[in-house]
């Protein structure tokens, strides 16, 4: 039996603006070490909201949220930073690069937060990151300069830079054309396979969702099928 | 907090956007070099006008004031004092002027550590006789040495020499106004007729300005044996005792005590030029509210530039909070940008400061009532640069603060879901 990396208990989400609105209701699940799972549900299903709970982004709902075995109640915009840094890594739609920052200095960013490893350890690690993604060639260039495909995987390298026990995506793909997309997946796939790491990605795309281990359904804010 | 990260970051932030944050620190610059020129100027004027009524005047001043007694015979008498004695037209007594035991006074005034120094003086009413007519005049008999060092009188001097009047018998230095009205200059004799009607020649050796028309028509100086001389006093007649105080502000805790102590009469700076406070203060004033309008105008620039630079930045901010920044960081980052800009700012505005400051020290400024001074004057205080610096940060982070502290609250989840 493997270690429990994720686990929700009745989670409740209300959003009060224009009108009090239950997004999720009672949604709970685990997710396993080394599973790549995928969520999968019409637009509005409140999977993108659950999504952000599950990121420790989102601290206003109701239930319990446990990451590796800690809950994250009542704990502090401090310690939630430092579980996103140290647990969590982050691929958006939306590349979201620090574009005034170099390649490198963007995927370096959440290990010299993390400050686990010196400076020359980090940047060999990015490099390291870079170059399994395939593409420690831009890593001097701006971040503003490179191709949506290329933003996306350097996105990756910069989630995976402090080794997190869990990935978690939203609509990763869903910017990229097919070869890229496959690209990303592959990508994914193999992290899941070959580092353990925990996959959890919010998608669009059956193509995309049907090749992941699980898929968890959601309709009208609650999980129907997982 | 890792300041070493977060400071790269506003350093990154800061240089992609170079133009703008040049900008916000020439604000800050222009505030700094204002403050420092104006509070340099400002307070070097005042120290100029001060000194005009500060240098040629002493803290306390013991002398023998010509007044009725304050206590009349029959309130003395014991027989009395159960009486209300009304004595009508009361006299002032004939008593005389000189100081009695000056010596001793003198020598224990300078025993006292308060006191920086002490001069002797004696006033001689005079007349000065050119051909037919008399001129009324004051002779100051000084001892010239102590007089130019505690009194910088060698200072307005401005023709002549001051220690002739200590090496040449029978010497006297003219007030320019009386020179002119006699028509003498140095090397020439007048002659001095004394109130009791002795007669003696004086040898011009030095004409005195100090920009005061009813001290220049009028006055003149002697050095004390000279004057004794021509009151046919004895060498240890001294009317007045000027003492120089360490710190000026005893003064007036200090004149009643020597009043008391060596009974004679004893006046502070304060009570009789109360003026003169007034005058430097509102002028301090004047100099602290411009330069604050100024800063805080350069505050709101910064300000400004900084609200603008965090909806520009949302992105990144959001994607620092998410990949583990937390709240704190990002407020951090934001101030350090201000901080940044202030502390460059200030630093160009302390040495534009003084460059300014030294132009304006260098312009010609000549007037008739300040002999001595040839060039506007500057006060260069390191004082008021430590001030400039504080203020420029202090400002900067004030503006940094409000806009940052937005910045730390913006809710990741929102931008991310909003594109």
Same mark, same amino acid.
């Given at each position: 039996m ?8 009745k989670?409740?989400?209300y959003?009060?603006?224009?009108v ?5 209701k ?5 997710m ?18 659950l ?17 590796d ?10 310690e939630?930073?430092?579980v ?18 170099s390649?490198l ?12 490893h010196?400076?020359q350890?980090?940047?060999?690690n990015?490099?390291?990151?870079l ?5 420690d ?21 910069r ?5 997190p026990?869990?990935i ?5 793909t ?10 990303v997946?592959?990508?994914f ?11 959890l ?25 997982h | 907090?890792q300041?070493?990260l =977060? ?7 800061l ?25 340099s100027?400002m307070?070097?004027?005042n ?5 005009l ?14 007044k009725?007694?304050?206590?009349q ?11 209300i ?14 100081i009695y035991?000056?010596?001793?006074i ?15 003086k004696?006033t001689a ?21 102590v007089?130019d ?14 220690r ?15 020179a ?24 011009v ?11 220049? !028509?009028?006055?003149s ?7 004794q001389?021509l009151?046919?006093?004895s060498? !240890? ?7 120089k ?13 020597y009043k008391?102590?060596y009974?004679t009469?004893?006046?502070d700076l304060?009570t ?24 805080i ?6 300000? !400004?530039?900084?609200n603008?630079?965090?909806y ?21 980052i934001?101030?350090? =940008? ?6 460059s ?9 003084y460059?300014f ?13 300040l ?5 506007f ?8 640069y ?17 806009p940052?502290?937005?910045a ?7 931008? =991310?879901?909003g594109k």
């Open positions: 493997e270690k429990l990396i994720l686990e929700t208990n989670i409740n989400k959003f009060h603006d224009p009090t609105n239950q997004v999720l009672e949604v709970s699940f685990s396993k070490q080394r599973e790549f799972v995928s969520v999968v549900g019409k637009s509005g299903c409140g999977k993108s909201t999504l952000y709970i599950l990121s420790t982004m989102d601290t206003e709902y109701e239930g319990d949220l446990i990451l075995g800690v809950s994250m109640q009542g704990k502090s915009d401090e939630l930073s430092r996103r840094n140290e647990k969590i890594g982050f691929v958006f739609q939306f590349h979201y690069l620090l574009p005034e920052f390649v200095q963007n995927v370096m960013m959440p290990g010299l937060k993390l400050a686990k010196s400076a350890e980090v940047e060999s990015a490099i390291d990151r170059k399994s993604l395939g593409i060639h831009l890593a001097a260039k701006r971040a503003s300069q490179i191709s949506g495909g290329e933003k996306q995987r350097v996105a990756i390298a989630a995976l830079i402090n080794n026990l869990i978690m995506g939203d609509e990763p869903g910017n990229l054309d097919h070869k890229n997309s496959d690209i997946f592959d990508i796939h193999q992290l899941a396979e070959e580092t353990g790491q925990s996959l990605i919010v998608t669009h795309d059956h193509d995309f969702a049907s090749r992941t281990d699980r898929i968890i359904e959601m309709d009208d804010g609650r999980i129907v099928n | 907090m300041w070493h =977060i400071f790269n970051i506003s350093k990154t932030l240089l992609a956007r170079l133009r703008q944050s040049v900008i916000a620190a020439v604000g800050v610059t222009f505030g700094i070099t204002m403050f420092i020129t104006l509070v100027f307070t070097g004027l120290k100029l006008l001060d000194g009524i500060l240098n040629r005047t002493p803290h306390i001043r013991l002398y023998n004031e010509i009725p007694s304050e206590n015979p029959v309130n003395l008498s014991l027989d009395y004092a159960d009486h004695n009304m004595i009508r037209s009361v006299k002032p007594k004939e008593r005389p002027l000189e035991n000056s010596q001793a003198m020598r224990s005034l300078k025993e006292d550590d308060r006191v920086l120094g002490v001069a002797p004696i009413q005079v007349f000065f006789n050119v051909g037919a007519i008399d001129l009324n005049g004051i002779i100051n008999g000084i001892d010239v040495l007089e060092q505690l009194f910088y009188f060698g200072d307005y001097v401005t023709k002549g020499n001051l002739d009047l200590q090496t040449v018998n029978n010497s006297i230095i003219l007030g320019k106004g009386a002119e009205k006699m028509l003498v200059d140095i090397g020439d004799v007048i002659q001095v007729t004394t109130a009791r009607g002795e007669r003696l020649s004086l040898k050796v030095g004409i005195f300005q100090l920009g005061i028309a009813d001290v220049d !028509n009028v006055q100086y002697a050095s004390i044996q000279t004057t001389k009151l046919g006093e060498n !240890n007649y001294i009317t007045d005792i000027h003492i105080l360490k710190n000026l502000d005893l003064a007036p805790a200090m004149a009643p005590e008391k102590l009974g009469d004893a006046i304060q009789f030029n109360a003026q003169f406070e007034t005058g430097t203060s509102i002028r301090n004033i004047i100099t602290y509210a411009v330069s604050i309008t100024l800063l105008v350069a505050g709101f620039g910064i300000y !400004n530039i900084l603008m630079m965090i520009e930045k949302m992105d990144s901010i959001a994607i620092l909070k998410a990949t583990g920044f937390s709240g704190k960081d990002v407020k951090w934001f101030i350090s =940008i201000s901080l940044i800009i202030g502390i700012g200030g630093t160009f505005g302390l040495i534009f400061g460059i400051s030294s132009i304006i020290n260098q312009i010609p400024f000549e007037t008739a009532a002999p001595t001074v040839k060039t004057p500057i006060n260069f205080n390191v004082f008021y430590l001030i400039g610096i504080v203020f420029a940060l202090i400002t900067t982070y004030v503006a940094g603060f409000f940052a502290k937005k730390s609250q913006v809710d990741p989840v929102e931008i =991310i879901r």
